[in-house]
C-alpha cells in the first residue's frame, strides 16, 4: 500500500509549538505516530511531501528522522519551505537512515509505481509575488521535469508529490499541472495549506489527473491511504 501525509512538523527540542494553528495541534505528532503505527506495514511506502522538522540545521533534525526512520514502512521525503535543515543528497543519504529516501531532481520506483516531485512554489498570481519568487517558481517547475526525466525502470503510472499545491490562487492549475499534463501523471498529492488554508483545498479529478491534499491537520493527522486506478 501507499499512504501519504505531509506537514508532519516534528519537533524533537519542544520548542515550537503548532497550537497557533489551533487546539486540534496539541500532541500533534503522538497521534500521527499512533495511527502510523497502527496502520501501515512494513512492505508499505509513505510519501511525506514536506515540513518534516522545525530544525534549522541537518545534525538538529537527525531525531527527528530517526523517530521516522524507525516508523514501519519505507519513506520517500520531499523538502517543504520550512525544512531549513535540508542538505545535499549526499549529506542526507551519509546520514545512514535505513529506511528513508530524499525526493531532489531524483526519483523511485516502488512496485508499479514512478514516484516524482519538488517543493514547489506560490503561485505566479499570488498577493506580494516577486521577481525572486518567479525565479524559484521557474526553477522548482523545472526540478519536476527534471525528476520526470530521471525515471529509470519499469512502472505502469506516475505518481507527483509537491509541497505547494499546484493550484494558483484563483483555483485554476498553474504550471507544475502543465508538466504533470505532459509527461501522463495521473495521480498528484501536496500538503502545505492549514487551517483557514483548508478554504483553498481542491481534490478529485482535474485534468485527468486525481488530486489528494494530505496536510497532516487535513487528514486530522491521520495517514491516509492514495489508491491508483482503484488499487
Given at each position: 500500500?501507499?499512504?501519504?501525509?505531509?506537514?508532519?512538523?516534528?519537533?524533537?527540542t519542544?520548542?515550537?509549538?503548532?497550537?497557533?494553528?489551533?487546539?486540534?495541534?496539541?500532541s500533534?505528532?503522538?497521534k500521527?505516530?499512533?495511527n502510523?503505527i497502527?496502520?501501515?506495514?512494513?512492505d508499505?511506502?509513505?510519501?511525506l511531501?514536506?515540513?518534516?522538522?522545525?530544525a534549522?540545521?541537518?545534525?538538529?533534525?537527525?531525531p527527528?528522522?530517526?523517530?521516522?526512520?524507525?516508523l514501519?514502512g519505507d519513506?520517500?521525503?520531499?523538502k517543504g519551505?520550512h525544512d531549513?535543515?535540508?542538505?545535499?543528497?549526499?549529506?542526507?543519504?551519509a546520514?545512514?537512515?535505513?529506511?528513508?529516501?530524499?525526493?531532489?531532481?531524483?526519483?523511485?520506483i516502488?512496485?508499479k509505481?514512478?514516484?516524482?516531485?519538488t517543493?514547489?512554489?506560490?503561485?505566479n498570481?499570488?498577493e506580494?509575488?516577486t521577481?525572486?519568487?518567479?525565479?524559484?517558481?521557474?526553477?522548482?517547475v523545472i526540478?519536476?521535469?527534471n525528476?520526470?526525466k530521471?525515471?529509470?525502470?519499469?512502472?505502469?503510472?506516475?505518481i507527483a508529490?509537491l509541497?505547494f499545491?499546484?493550484?494558483?490562487?484563483d483555483?485554476t492549475?498553474?504550471?507544475?499541472?502543465?508538466?504533470?499534463?505532459?509527461?501522463?501523471v495521473?495521480?498528484?498529492?501536496?500538503?502545505?495549506?492549514?487551517?483557514?488554508?483548508?478554504?483553498?483545498?481542491?481534490e478529485?479529478?482535474?485534468?485527468g489527473?486525481?488530486?489528494?491534499?494530505?496536510?497532516s491537520?487535513?487528514?486530522?493527522f491521520e495517514l491516509?491511504?492514495?489508491?491508483?486506478?482503484?488499487?
Amino acid at each position: 500500500m501507499i499512504w501519504a501525509i505531509g506537514d508532519l512538523h516534528f519537533d524533537s527540542t519542544n520548542e515550537k509549538s503548532m497550537d497557533i494553528f489551533g487546539e486540534n495541534w496539541e500532541s500533534h505528532d503522538k497521534k500521527i505516530v499512533e495511527n502510523w503505527i497502527e496502520n501501515v506495514q512494513e512492505d508499505d511506502l509513505v510519501l511525506l511531501p514536506g515540513d518534516i522538522s522545525w530544525a534549522l540545521k541537518l545534525n538538529e533534525a537527525i531525531p527527528d528522522l530517526e523517530r521516522i526512520d524507525k516508523l514501519p514502512g519505507d519513506k520517500i521525503i520531499l523538502k517543504g519551505n520550512h525544512d531549513y535543515w535540508w542538505g545535499s543528497l549526499n549529506k542526507l543519504n551519509a546520514l545512514g537512515m535505513q529506511s528513508i529516501d530524499y525526493l531532489f531532481n531524483n526519483s523511485f520506483i516502488y512496485k508499479k509505481y514512478a514516484i516524482v516531485g519538488t517543493r514547489g512554489w506560490l503561485p505566479n498570481d499570488a498577493e506580494n509575488f516577486t521577481e525572486k519568487d518567479e525565479k524559484i517558481l521557474r526553477r522548482e517547475v523545472i526540478r519536476l521535469e527534471n525528476s520526470i526525466k530521471s525515471i529509470h525502470g519499469e512502472h505502469d503510472e506516475i505518481i507527483a508529490i509537491l509541497h505547494f499545491p499546484p493550484f494558483n490562487s484563483d483555483g485554476t492549475t498553474n504550471e507544475f499541472v502543465d508538466v504533470m499534463k505532459n509527461y501522463g501523471v495521473k495521480t498528484c498529492i501536496y500538503a502545505h495549506l492549514h487551517a483557514e488554508g483548508h478554504n483553498f483545498i481542491q481534490e478529485g479529478n482535474i485534468d485527468g489527473i486525481d488530486f489528494h491534499c494530505v496536510s497532516s491537520d487535513y487528514l486530522n493527522f491521520e495517514l491516509k491511504q492514495i489508491t491508483v486506478n482503484g488499487e
